[in-house]
């Protein structure tokens, strides 16, 4: 019975508790809508999700919403404060609207003063947010880097800027910033009101501009491009950044298929299932509120989808609210002032701030500050299908183009284009086929350049002749400032794109484009190997390092002072030299200084000696000892018969150094190239030295890698050139070998004219060239040209240092002399033991003091002046100790004598 009771009792306390969670809202919620005259699509969605709200019992169980819209003129700031006062007066719970910058700031400003929340979905480009305002719309800062980012990877260095309203400006500072840092070309424009907006596309026209940042309004996009399309610039040369977040709600049918590339951002989540359910709804719903808005729309516009955002989020906020006590909306007069005595407005605002929900455009979560943060943008580019989506970019991340649709926009830049390809003939990069038939246009030419050049025209679409460079030059500049080679070729316009172990530059990145690297590598040195091989007189002490040698020579002085040091200590040690004569009164010690090291000695060479120890502690240095060595010498031995067996080639160079010290090798470079102009602009006082001796003598400068390959075969001589290359020589000559590390680091690109605003090859072909890195294909190539083809691999167990005997270190034999430290502690320790247990029985024998008798018998043994000392008084014990057998046969002197 008394169960029950109490189960009933627990039963009304929970309803009590969820009727005051429940009924702490009111039962009807009001919530104040502005909008312009012309916003029926966000009147329309701001009802919309009143109802959906309503619909779902899960929400407010006990509460529903009502919304009650006020339209607004454009800048009629008098009739926008009435309809706000008016919109307080029925005791409204939040405000939201208006689209109107100037209405929009009357508006929050009373808010403020009556503590309303107010929620926002317009562009604003204030620093700071009001006290009771809340925007969902991106930050305008956000935005900007957004746009920066994404020209940084399409690698723009000059282009221009196009705006149509002053706000413009606004939008597209963050370019100006970028350009002082990145060194970026900027041209400003502004369409002037009024006049067709073709007139100013012809002035662009004129200046050669092709890549533009386009800021318009999203109902003059189409206007726009159409213009732009009637004075020829929306052709496939022809790049446009447009900063309007509705792109997507714009028809570019007109557009999609002059290969005009198209690019925009959107904030939309066209893949949210909650859209998708809101548009189907969308043709009922328009009938009920009698809308005018279109019936079943494909997409909606941003700030559409923000307000929806808006009022659900809201709404969570309501819901998530602390509801111990009954909230109440009451009427407030804008007359009076001041806010309600049970206003939550800030708090409201505040906790907005601190939740999160899933909308139609995406996550929506706040910073500390009320803007929106950590929100994703979608990447859309037009194809002939109309914008589809490429990537995306997210504040924290940054630009993320899918591989996707990366393979298809840099397809889309280069297909079809028949690009002239010019290359020198360099063993393995291009090579001239050995055929017995005659051979014509790019059947002539292999190698790992030529391969690569094949796979990347599978991948972006377009299709090349190879050319031999006239001057057979990669491409330096003269003092008249002309280029020769390759890059000069690419400058006149003779060739499309140059590639070979053609080096990227700071002196050509300022004349052509460079791809990102195919192939990263670095300056080394080519040196022929030594034919004469010597030995060492000292080759027995190899198998040990320096270091352990010491630490040896220590560890036998350390061993044989303990060893003295203990066997004075112990008392044990001290013994009757002639144990047959009883009347002896002096005892001896066999470890003396001498003694103790011909014993330490005597073991570490496994010889042994006629000493013996007979103390505890002394056995355990000694068989601690013992130990040290077995492990020692057995190494030792293990390691000395490959050394005394193995020849050590030695080199007479082993890094740059080297070259500089001595004079009798010689050294030079390609006469020609990017080896030659790292020596002359190097600061390093090294490499300093190097081009001077190199200067002083001209004939070390070789026409060719061949010539410089072949020097060095014939001796005394050093070729500097890229350790790429010199891999390549050493796997098909034996007698060559690389000497040090890299001098330097570089790498091997895809060079593209530079022209005014930068190459239209460049960015597609660094993506293709990822895109090969990233599947393996770079590796593969390689590993077919250096070491599969023309005779690779020839030399793989030929390498400097053949032989793989290593002297034994310290970190290999350190546990040993560990274990020895370990050891001669645990003697000392029992040394001690040994002569305390003895200083006390004797102390108890002579009555005496035990602190006497210790310091007695430590005073002699630390004086270390005789291995004698006299017998105690009492002797009987002491004088048998060692043989206690002698003592149990009576009258055993008078038999012995």
């Not at 001796?715 to 060559?736: D, H, K, P, Q, W």
């Amino acid at each position: 019975m008394k169960r029950t009771y109490s189960t009933t009792a627990v039963c009304l306390l929970l309803i009590c508790f969820f009727s005051v969670r429940v009924f702490s809202l009111p039962e009807k919620i009001l919530l104040g809508g502005l909008f312009d005259i012309d916003d029926d699509e966000e009147e329309f969605a701001f009802r919309l999700a009143v109802e959906r709200i309503n619909a779902d019992s899960n929400t407010l169980p006990r509460s529903s919403l009502v919304a009650h819209v006020e339209r607004l003129g454009h800048y009629d700031n008098f009739r926008a404060t009435k309809r706000v006062c008016s919109l307080m007066e029925l005791g409204v719970a939040g405000v939201f609207g208006t689209q109107s910058d100037v209405t929009s700031m009357h508006v929050q400003s009373i808010c403020d003063a009556l503590d309303i929340p107010h929620v926002e979905a317009r562009w604003d480009f204030q620093l700071q947010r009001q006290r009771l305002s809340i925007n969902l719309f991106p930050r305008p800062a956000m935005l900007g880097k957004a746009y920066v980012d994404l020209v940084k990877v399409w690698g723009w260095r000059e282009f221009c800027l196009v705006y149509e309203e002053s706000e413009g400006v606004i939008r597209l500072q963050d370019f100006f910033k970028e350009a002082q840092k990145n060194g970026w070309r900027l041209h400003l424009y502004q369409f002037k009101p009024g006049e067709p907006y073709r007139d100013l596309f012809w002035k662009i026209k004129s200046a050669g501009d092709n890549r533009i940042v386009l800021d318009v309004k999203r109902e003059n996009v189409y206007t726009v491009l159409k213009h732009a399309q009637q004075v020829g610039m929306m052709t496939e040369k022809h790049s446009y950044l447009i900063t309007s977040l509705d792109v997507h709600t714009v028809d570019l049918q007109d557009f999609k298929y002059g290969k005009t590339n198209i690019t925009a951002f959107r904030i939309v989540d066209m893949e949210s299932p909650e859209l998708r359910s809101l548009l189907d709804e969308w043709g009922p719903f328009s009938g009920d509120f009698g809308s005018s808005t279109r019936t079943h729309p494909r997409t909606i516009k941003t700030q559409t989808a923000l307000i929806y955002d808006a009022v659900k989020l809201f709404t969570k906020a309501l819901a998530d609210f602390d509801t111990s006590k009954r909230i109440e909306f009451p009427p407030i007069f804008c007359k009076s002032g001041e806010p309600s005595e049970d206003a939550i407005g800030t708090s409201l605002r505040n906790l907005m701030k601190l939740i999160k929900i899933q909308g139609l455009t995406g996550e929506v979560k706040f910073d500390q500050q009320g803007y929106r943060s950590d929100f994703v943008l979608d990447l859309l580019f037009l194809f002939d299908d109309g914008l589809e989506k490429i990537g995306t970019w997210h504040s924290n991340y940054g630009v993320n183009i899918t591989v996707n649709a990366s393979s298809e926009y840099n397809a889309l830049l280069m297909q079809n284009k028949s690009l002239i390809v010019t290359t020198v003939i360099n063993p393995p990069y291009t090579m001239l086929k050995e055929s017995a038939e005659l051979l014509g246009g790019n059947d002539r030419y292999e190698g790992y350049c030529v391969d690569i050049i094949h796979e990347l025209s599978k991948q972006l679409g377009f299709s090349y002749r190879f050319k031999l460079v006239n001057d057979n030059a990669y491409g330096i500049k003269n003092e008249e400032g002309e280029w020769n080679g390759m890059i000069g070729e690419l400058i006149r316009g003779e060739a499309d794109i140059a590639i070979v172990d053609l080096t990227i530059s700071s002196s050509r990145e300022e004349a052509v484009d460079f791809t990102m690297p195919f192939m990263n590598t670095g300056i080394s040195i080519l040196f022929k190997k030594p034919v004469t091989k010597v030995t060492s007189l000292f080759s027995f002490l190899s198998p040990f390092s320096m270091e352990v040698w010491i630490y040896m020579m220590g560890a036998y002085i350390g061993v044989s002072l303990t060893l003295f040091l203990v066997g004075r200590l112990s008392p044990y040690e001290w013994g009757n030299p002639h144990p047959c004569r009883q009347d002896d009164q002096v005892l001896e010690n066999s470890f003396s200084l001498l003694n103790s090291s011909w014993f330490t000695i005597g073991s570490l060479m496994q010889q042994g000696s006629d000493l013996a120890p007979r103390a505890m502690s002394t056995r355990t240095i000694a068989g601690i000892w013992y130990f040290f060595t077995l492990i020692m010498i057995s190494s030792y031995t293990a390691n000395l018969a490959a050394f005394l067996t193995v020849e050590k080639v030695v080199y007479p160079i082993e890094n740059a150094e080297d070259l500089v010290k001595q004079t009798k090798i010689k050294y030079g470079c390609l006469a020609t190239g990017s080896t030659k102009a790292f020596f002359k602009e190097s600061k390093i006082p090294t490499y300093q030295k190097m081009w001077k001796q190199m200067e002083k003598d001209p004939s070390v400068f070789t026409k060719s890698n061949s010539e410089g390959v072949d020097r060095v075969l014939e001796g005394n001589y050093a070729f500097l050139m890229e350790s790429a290359s010199i891999e390549y020589r050493v796997e098909r000559n034996c007698n060559l070998t690389r000497i040090g590390g890299l001098l330097d680091s570089k790498g091997y690109g895809i060079a593209t004219p530079k022209g005014k605003n930068g190459s239209p090859y460049r960015t597609p072909l660094s993506s293709g060239i990822l895109k090969l890195q990233e599947g393996g294909v770079l590796h593969i190539l390689k590993e077919r040209w250096w070491k599969q083809k023309k005779g690779g691999g020839q030399c793989v167990e030929s390498k400097k240092g053949s032989s793989s005997v290593r002297e034994l270190g310290l970190a290999n034999v350190g546990g040993v002399f560990v274990v020895l430290l370990g050891g001669l502690a645990m003697a000392t320790v029992v040394a001690v033991l040994e002569f305390f247990w003895k200083a006390k029985k004797m102390a108890t024998e002579d009555r005496e003091p035990i602190c006497k008798e210790m310091v007695k018998e430590l005073k002699f043994a630390l004086t270390c002046r005789s291995s004698t000392k006299p017998v105690p008084r009492k002797t009987e014990l002491e004088t048998n100790s060692d043989f206690p057998h002698i003592s149990s046969i009576p009258n055993f002197n008078t038999v012995y004598s």
